[in-house]
Structure formats: C-alpha cells, structure tokens
C-alpha cells in the first residue's frame, strides 16, 4: 500500500522523465500548461490526443445519455411527491401554469449557463469546470463569493432534505406493512431517527466515490428508480380518479375554512403562506442549474459541450415535466384540497401495500443517487481548495492503493474519508433536529431558484455576449430575473411562516409520524 503524491505534476531532469503515477491532477487541481518539447518527452506516443483532453486532463466520456441521466436524477427527486400537495393550494388553474412556466424558465436560463461554460470561444476557449469557475471568468469580484456561498449552502440544505425524504419512505415501508397485518386499527407512529442515521451510514460508504465522472452508473440507476416511484403514484392516482369516478380539486386550491388532517380550518392568512410555499415546492422540484455546468463537464467533445447539453436539458426538462403534470394532477384529482405533503408516504393509499413498498424502495435507491450528485461538487471543492493550501500534507495529497476483491484497486485518500464522513454526519443530525419535508423542500427551492437558475446565468450570459445596457434583449432579460426574484422572496416568506407553525408543536429528536 504505497503513497503518492496528487498535487505534484510531472518534471524533467537532465532529459529524463520523472515520472507522475496519477495523470491528472487531483480534482483537477490547475494543470498548467507544458511546453511543446516538454509534452513530447513526457508523451512519445502518437494516441497521447485520444486519452487526453484539450487542457491536459483525462479524455471525457460523457454522452448525451449520460447528461439526461445526471439531470434527471438530479431534477426527478423527493421534489416529485410535494406536487399533489402543492397543486391542492393553487388550484387546477394556476397549479398547472406555474409549473409550466417554471420549466420554461429552467429551459431557458440553462441554455444561457450552458453558453457560459468555455469562456470567448464556444468550441475552443478555456474551460470552467464548476459553477463558481464560470462565475469568476465572466464576472468575476465579490459575485464569485457571493455565487460559491449560496451554491454550497443550497447544495447542503439539498443533502438535507434528501435525508429527511429518504427517512420518511424507509418509515412508509414500515408503516404500510403495520397497517396492512393490523387492518388499519393501529395507527403505527414510529421515529424517524434510526431511519436517517441508516440512510446516513448508507451516504458515507457511496461519498467514497472519488469524482463526478464515477458516479454515472449511480445516475442511470437512481433516473430509472425515479420513473418508477413517479409511474407507481401516476398509477395509484388514476386508479382512484377511475374509482371513484370523477376528478377532485377546485379551480382556485383549497378553501378557506376546510379542515385539515391535524383537525384545523384553513384561515385566509394560512391560505396564502400555503400558496406561496406551493411556489418554492415547485421551484425546488427543478433546482439542477447549480450543478449543471459540473455536469457539462463531463461530456466529451467534439461536438461541442453546449450542444449536447442544450440538447440533453430540452430532452430531461420536458420528459420531467410531462411526468410532473401528470404526478402532480393525477395526485390533486386523487385527494383534492386534502392532498397529502408527499404523495406516496401520505398514507391516502393504503393498497396494494406491495406497490406502495416497491415504489418506496425506489424513492430511497433513487435519493441514495441524488444525495452523490448533487453532494460531489461541494466535496470537489472543499478537496481542490484543501489541496491547494496543504500541498506538502500527506493526509490531504497522499493516495494508497487499496486492493479490493472483484472491484480492482480503490485509491483511498485520508482527507476525503475523514471530511467526507463529517459532512454526511452533520446533514444526518440537522435532518434528525428540523424533519419538516414541505417546509425544507419550499426554503430550499426558493433560496437557489432566482441567484443560481436565473440571476447569475442571465448576468453572465449578457457579459459574455457583450449585450448593451438597455437594448430590449438586456430589457426583456432584466424583466425575466427581476420577475422570478419576487417569486423567490414570496415563495421563501411562505415556507418560512411554514416552520414556524410547525415549530409552535415541535420537540428535537422526537419527531414521530
């Protein structure tokens, strides 16, 4: 089990090769540019160009496929089972358009941060290999820290409130068998705790994965995981509508007045936060733009990144959208004003249990996937940042060959299984202190929505492009963000108000359901 060095890059002594065993820098730390003899001497083989990439790193090998993978684990998460609920506060008329528009707006906005991922030159100009990368090569100042703290810290939250989902679908298993042996007569109340710290032990062993480049056979399995959970509560809900003979649900969402499950009417004042926590639910069920360009970075080229992305984003978002309209309607129409915050762990089916199992085990497989998409880039760079400033410390840069049977050899590196382990520690113990999915999903969707889907791919796209101040394409642009920050700001006062009810009953670590 030998050492070696991730930050060191290759040196020539005296016309003789020392050789680097690891070709790419760790986390892609900077690889600085190699004089044409120095490539030469390093690199004699003629292939050298079909194993390495434009900038010296390893050859990329994400596709099309891949890419729609990525985003659609990404965007088909726990965000999938709030819409029924979030449908019943706005009603057959707006529940439907706001969905729609949030998509269009998805759309958009990607395509213009998948402009911004080389900088001048489409096809030949330098890479940004992060969200933050792109950020600083085409604003640059305080945006970069102000973009790397709200990513980070949505990213975070994001690995939260896929905890707090994964443990309520582990308890929904449990629950719909108690249910199913007692006939209903037992109402099967359980803590959440030892769910999340399972799910937790779970997340330690896959953050081991190295980078994001690995991670894509997780994204196949969690896409696949998440049209099969979407299609079994699509299936429940037809199967109701269809039993009961019409569609439930009113054009403006539940009224004022109708009582709730906790035995409370809904007053005006309750109405309107409800309905602006609708708005976050939504928005976070597309929050994806903050690891796009990650992803982006991940496909090979030719043809250009920004081609296959665009094309692999219009593909993903509408696929998602179809599937959200027909979950979320197919819920309202089931349930009405009474719909349940999560769909399939909401307990208004109770039958077959089996179905209602296969799709929880999916829910949990699918959040296992989503919980490392959206986790490694933030592991990327704290890891990058840390060794960059601990380049001498073994602990940080050494890597030790570990042999494992039927897999090959597993490089373990100190650092990232110690700070690693921490980090899915704490989202395990903040899950555990504030398990509220509704409110969680709506403060997280509101707080990325506007600064990472809309403001900073607009503001660097008009940069890039050099668009003057003014113009009606700079107008119609500004309309565009300006309109979705309100809608943020409403979307994070209603989700907020929704926490604080929720705490007037609440007591830490002894959340039962």
């Known amino acids: 089990m030998l050492a070696r060095s991730r930050t060191l890059p290759s040196r020539i002594h005296h016309g003789a090769v020392e050789e680097r065993h690891d070709v790419r820098h760790y986390l892609q730390v900077e690889v600085q540019p190699k004089a044409q003899a120095e490539t030469e001497a390093i690199n004699p083989l003629s292939n050298y160009s079909?194993?390495?990439?434009?900038?010296?790193?390893?050859?990329?090998?994400?596709?099309f496929w891949t890419a729609t993978a990525h985003i659609i684990t990404a965007v088909i998460g726990s965000g999938v089972l709030s819409l029924a609920w979030a449908m019943a506060q706005l009603g057959w008329v707006a529940g439907p358009a706001v969905l729609i528009l949030f998509a269009l707006v998805n759309i958009y906005t990607s395509n213009l941060l998948a402009h911004c991922y080389r900088a001048g030159d489409p096809v030949t100009g330098h890479r940004n290999y992060t969200y933050m990368d792109a950020v600083k090569a085409n604003l640059g100042g305080r945006k970069v820290m102000l973009c790397g703290l709200i990513q980070y810290l949505n990213l975070f939250g994001i690995a939260i409130g896929y905890t707090i989902a994964a443990s309520v679908s582990m308890m929904a298993i449990k629950r719909s068998n108690c249910f199913h042996k007692?006939?209903?007569?037992?109402?099967?109340?359980?803590?959440?705790?030892?769910?999340?710290?399972?799910?937790g032990i779970i997340e330690v062993l896959f953050s081991q994965i190295p980078d994001f480049d690995q991670v894509w056979w997780l994204s196949i399995v969690a896409a696949i995981m998440s049209f099969t959970y979407s299609s079994v509560g699509l299936g429940l809900g037809l199967g109701k509508v269809a039993e009961s003979g019409k569609f439930k649900g009113s054009l403006m969402g539940i009224s004022i007045g109708t009582l709730t499950k906790a035995g409370t009417a809904v007053t005006a004042t309750e109405k309107m936060w409800r309905s602006l926590q609708a708005l976050g639910a939504i928005a976070f069920a597309y929050s994806f733009s903050i690891i796009l360009i990650e992803i982006q970075d991940t496909i090979r080229s030719p043809p250009a990144e920004h081609k296959t992305m665009k094309k692999a984003t219009l593909f993903s978002i509408t696929v998602t959208t179809v599937f959200y309209l027909l979950c979320g309607c197919m819920g309202y129409a089931s349930f009405g004003d009474l719909a349940p915050?999560?769909?399939?762990?909401?307990?208004?089916?109770?039958?077959?249990?089996?179905?209602?199992?296969?799709?929880?085990?999916?829910i949990v497989v699918h959040l296992v996937g989503a919980y490392q998409v959206f986790c490694q880039p933030l592991?990327?760079?704290?890891?990058?940042?840390?060794?960059?400033?601990?380049?001498?410390?073994?602990?940080?840069?050494?890597?030790?060959?570990?042999?494992?049977?039927?897999?090959?050899?597993?490089?373990?590196?100190?650092?990232?299984?110690?700070?690693?382990t921490i980090f899915v520690i704490m989202t395990t113990l903040i899950s555990m202190l504030l398990p509220f999915f509704n409110d969680v999903v709506g403060i997280l969707g509101a707080f990325g929505f506007w600064p990472l889907t809309v403001f900073f791919p607009i503001e660097m796209y008009i940069s890039q492009k050099k668009i003057a101040p003014w113009t009606s394409r700079w107008v119609g642009l500004q309309i565009i963000s300006v309109t979705c920050l309100f809608i943020?700001?409403?979307?994070?006062?209603?989700?907020?108000?929704?926490v604080v009810l929720d705490l007037k009953t609440y007591k830490p670590f002894k959340t039962s359901y």
């Not at 079909?50 to 596709?63: E, Q, S």
């Not at 915050?341 to 999916?362: K, S």
């Not at 990058?384 to 073994?394: F, L, P, V």
Request: with cysteine; glycine share 10%.
């Open 50 to 63: 079909k194993c390495f990439d434009d900038d010296g790193r390893l050859k990329r090998t994400g596709t």
């Open 341 to 362: 915050g999560n769909l399939l762990t909401g307990f208004g089916f109770y039958n077959p249990y089996w179905l209602l199992d296969i799709a929880n085990v999916a």
């Open 182 to 199: 007692s006939g209903g007569k037992d109402p099967c109340h359980m803590s959440s705790n030892g769910y999340m710290i399972t799910f």
């Open 488 to 498: 943020s700001i409403a979307a994070a006062v209603g989700s907020f108000a929704g």
């Open 379 to 420: 592991f990327a760079f704290i890891e990058k940042w840390s060794a960059k400033k601990w380049q001498k410390s073994d602990f940080v840069t050494a890597e030790y060959d570990i042999p494992i049977p039927f897999f090959g050899i597993y490089q373990l590196n100190l650092f990232r299984l110690v700070w690693r």
